[in-house]
């Protein structure tokens, strides 16, 4: 008798954490659905900075031709492609579309791939406004005077897009709309706002710097051996007095990020453990926990006295990802369908973090140790 009243102890407070677990991030979502900002198209101040977009590119032939016109189009002072070594014709492809393309220096002792780029490309620029895409971003037409209007209201040294996820098929639905859901249901958008540098965020595939701020802090120079360069720039940015600010990027940017989900895995992978801090351990409670909270309420035997509290943590790991995905603007049936796989999304995040766990990581033809 006392081993049962123990067991339907240890439900209740498993049920109760787990729901309040997903509740939590369910009031943070609401929280941004008041206060995150949407780009929306504005055209470019007449008499207004200088702006130089920044493209790293290794191996981007495959997407240029969809992404770069865009960009020329926006009608910045100056579109930047650093070729970083490609061998599928980037740099000659990029030149035809109307880009300005630097041949890529090698890469030095103590330097990872992108931070390098970057730095390059910051040293040739010459705007007054620094901002670097990824070579997969889509710009819309007024993306830029979005951007830079949105730099100017925030009144921010540094402004990071969350571009709208452009999923096509079923593979690369399974995982690559979490980058959403982890930025939209973990941070409140006011935290930004605070002083302290953990309290810091920002999404490298699209980045606008005021110049002057990016060079007395010491621009890519600060992360120049780190995978996670875009949020750890951020932090010592702000550590350093730099005032942070982010946006939705609606339907001004895109971004195709990922075409399948070995090709989400590889990029995860790389990830996961800087966003751990460091941490294997940390690395492993978070599996263990999303598996707790999302999965095992599927497992487990609806008994009468737990029945509602178990068919609500349910509803609610569904709910998620729709209301992301409602949040960024993507509403298409198959956009909100994604709900259904939360159960089986820690599963599917398992190699993830298997590969995470390894000691070196390889992207882009470069291995990095962890």
């Known amino acids: 008798m006392k081993a049962a009243h123990s067991k339907r102890d240890w439900a209740r407070v498993y049920r109760s ?12 979502m609401a929280v941004n659905a008041v206060t995150f900002p949407r780009l929306r198209p504005r055209s470019l101040p007449a008499g207004g900075p200088r702006v130089s977009i920044l493209i790293p590119a290794r191996n981007e032939a495959h997407n240029l031709p969809r992404t770069l016109p865009g960009v020329v189009a926006q009608g910045a002072h100056e579109v930047l492609i650093l070729d970083d070594h490609s061998t599928d014709g980037t740099g000659e492809l990029a030149c035809r579309l109307g880009a300005r393309v630097i041949r890529g220096e090698d890469l030095p002792e103590g330097w990872f791939g992108k931070p390098w780029a970057c730095d390059q490309l910051a040293r040739a620029a010459t705007g007054d406004i620094l901002i670097f895409t990824d070579a997969d971003v889509t710009w819309g037409p007024g993306a830029l005077g979005a951007v830079v209007h949105q730099l100017e209201a925030s009144g921010a040294d540094l402004l990071s897009a969350l571009p709208k996820q452009d999923n096509q098929t079923p593979g690369e639905r399974l995982l690559t709309p979490l980058v959403d859901l982890v930025v939209l249901s973990y941070l409140p958008y006011p935290v930004l706002s605070l002083p302290f540098p953990a309290a810091s965020a920002a999404n490298g595939q699209l980045m606008a710097f005021r110049r002057d701020t990016f060079e007395r802090a010491g621009g890519y120079r600060l992360v120049k051996n780190e995978v996670l360069e875009d949020t750890l720039l951020a932090s010592r940015l702000k550590a350093q007095g730099g005032r942070l600010a982010m946006a939705l990027g609606g339907d001004c940017i895109g971004v195709r990020m990922y075409s399948s989900y070995p090709e989400s895995v590889r990029g995860f992978g790389k990830n996961s453990l800087p966003l751990h801090l460091n941490s294997r351990a940390l690395m492993t409670v978070a599996l263990a926990g999303h598996l707790a909270v999302y999965t ?37 049936p198959a956009d909100l369908a994604e709900g259904l796989l939360g159960p089986v999304t820690p599963l599917l995040a398992v190699p993830v973090y298997l590969r995470a766990m390894r000691r070196r990581v390889t992207w882009k033809g470069r291995a990095y140790r962890q």
């Open 17 to 28: 954490v787990a729901l309040g677990f997903i509740v939590s991030k369910l009031v943070v």
């Open 296 to 332: 095992l309420p599927w497992l487990l035997p609806s008994s009468s006295s737990g029945l509602a509290a178990l068919r609500l943590l349910r509803f609610a790991g569904l709910l998620e990802r729709p209301l992301t995905n409602l949040l960024t603007g993507r509403r298409k």
